[in-house]
């Protein structure tokens, strides 16, 4: 009790102030209160069993045709967000210009000066569709704000030069006449970078896949006779395929509705992220059911009770772990900068649904896969004898 009421006068005393803290530090201080609010949920033996008795109610072995229909719903929309929507691109993907000015004093207003590029760029499509897009943001803790407009790719390369040289200009001339303000500097991003960009982004992304696979089927071999390890390489697969599709769509779909959340670099990194913390929540699962089918698959001879007590034995340390993860991204996404944004609310969509995955998506897969097959005894892998061990 006086820990929590020590924390709640905290709490009080940082919400009558937090307009004049930074934003650091607000992050940080509602993170570690999450972080508080994790250790206690993980000391109370109550909410622990409670958890476990939630999910092997619902059983996602028994129900698991019921998940994988609604992760089949879902995945199946997401795609056809990304293929067929248009997608928001940063003009790092389309090509295009950043403008960064800055300013001696803080008079301007970052409404004013969206309106002003959004105006421009309406004047400037006026006979043709020339700039796709405009935005305009502030650089926490410099004296810096960003405009930033990406145009289409489909002008040819003269015409696109002269109109990327004429928004540059007519846009400082504009500022000028509001504030004192300097343009510091001008990058110009052609559309061929753009397509490497996107190029590179698939290509990673693959091989970032199957170098994972390779490394799980080697991880895994020996597991139990009868349990092929190219099985849990096959369901990693799936499921990090699963998960990078379902989290891209849920962003997509949120950039409809809120503009500022583009597809860009960070967003690419935000996906090779998901698949790191996805495969390492999938793992710690897959391990535990190792584990037991090497200590019970010759006793027991039925993997589905295997799988069922590898699950409730690894459950709440996902669940905890995920929560802690999402808590911060949370805090992060609310009162960070908005630079990063977007690579927050991706991560936020991949610790949820890599969460989800794990639990009622790859264990009962490894299940359907094998619910047939026959265990023995686990044989250990033959050693190599002193002899064969000198190296000569």
């Known amino acids: 009790m006086l820990v929590a009421q020590l924390w709640y006068n905290e709490w009080v005393f940082s919400c009558s102030c937090i307009k004049n803290v930074p934003i650091v530090c607000r992050c940080a201080f509602a993170a570690s209160l999450f972080c508080f609010v994790e250790f206690f949920l993980?000391?109370?033996?109550?909410?622990?069993y409670l958890i476990i008795i939630t999910v092997m109610k619902i059983n996602p072995i028994e129900n698991r045709f019921i998940y994988f229909i609604i992760s089949g719903v879902i995945f199946t929309l997401s795609l056809w967000?990304?293929?067929?929507?248009?997608?928001?691109?940063?003009?790092?993907?389309?090509?295009?210009?950043?403008?960064?000015?800055?300013?001696?004093?803080?008079?301007?207003?970052?409404?004013?000066?969206?309106?002003?590029?959004?105006?421009?760029?309406d004047h400037r499509n006026i006979w043709e569709s020339v700039i796709n897009s405009v935005s305009s943001y502030k650089i926490t803790g410099e004296d810096i704000f960003i405009i930033e407009a990406g145009f289409n790719k489909n002008i040819n390369e003269k015409d696109l030069e002269m109109h990327k040289v004429a928004f540059r200009d007519?846009?400082?001339?504009?500022?000028?006449?509001?504030?004192?303000?300097?343009?510091?500097?001008?990058?110009?991003?052609?559309?061929?970078?753009?397509?490497?960009?996107?190029?590179?982004?698939?290509?990673?992304?693959?091989?970032?896949?199957?170098?994972?696979?390779?490394y799980i089927a080697y991880?895994?071999?020996?597991?139990?006779?009868?349990?092929?390890?190219?099985?849990?390489?096959?369901?990693?697969i799936v499921t990090l395929f699963h998960d990078v599709v379902i989290s891209s769509g849920l962003y997509i779909f949120a950039s409809w509705f809120f503009p500022q959340f583009q597809i860009d670099?960070?967003?690419?990194?935000?996906?090779?992220?998901?698949?790191?913390?996805?495969?390492?929540?999938?793992?710690?699962?897959?391990?535990?059911?190792?584990?037991?089918?090497?200590?019970?698959?010759?006793?027991?001879?039925?993997?589905?009770?295997?799988?069922?007590?590898?699950?409730?034995?690894?459950?709440?340390?996902?669940?905890?772990?995920?929560?802690t993860l999402a808590f911060v991204l949370l805090c992060i996404l609310?009162?960070?900068?908005?630079?990063?944004?977007?690579?927050?609310?991706?991560?936020l969509f991949g610790t949820i649904v890599g969460t989800f995955s794990s639990i009622f998506i790859?264990?009962?897969?490894?299940?359907?896969?094998?619910?047939?097959?026959?265990?023995?005894?686990y044989i250990k892998r033959e050693e190599l004898s002193e002899e064969d061990k000198m190296v000569v």
């Open 219 to 236: 991880a895994f071999s020996g597991a139990a006779v009868g349990i092929s390890s190219l099985s849990f390489a096959g369901i990693t």
């Open 81 to 121: 967000v990304i293929l067929f929507w248009n997608l928001n691109l940063w003009i790092d993907m389309t090509g295009g210009t950043q403008l960064e000015f800055s300013y001696s004093d803080y008079t301007y207003d970052l409404a004013q000066i969206q309106t002003e590029a959004e105006t421009l760029a």
């Open 42 to 48: 993980y000391t109370s033996s109550y909410i622990h």
């Open 362 to 377: 790859a264990s009962p897969l490894l299940y359907e896969f094998h619910k047939h097959a026959t265990l023995s005894e």
């Open 170 to 214: 007519e846009m400082e001339t504009n500022l000028k006449e509001f504030w004192n303000i300097t343009l510091s500097r001008y990058t110009n991003i052609g559309a061929s970078f753009g397509d490497y960009i996107k190029q590179t982004a698939k290509l990673t992304l693959f091989l970032a896949i199957v170098a994972i696979a390779i």
């Open 265 to 323: 670099t960070f967003f690419i990194t935000a996906l090779l992220t998901i698949l790191g913390y996805s495969i390492n929540d999938t793992i710690v699962i897959f391990d535990r059911i190792r584990s037991n089918l090497m200590s019970f698959g010759w006793k027991w001879k039925n993997i589905k009770e295997i799988i069922e007590l590898s699950i409730s034995e690894s459950l709440t340390r996902s669940i905890y772990t995920s929560l």
């Open 334 to 347: 609310l009162l960070g900068p908005d630079s990063i944004s977007g690579f927050t609310l991706t991560m």
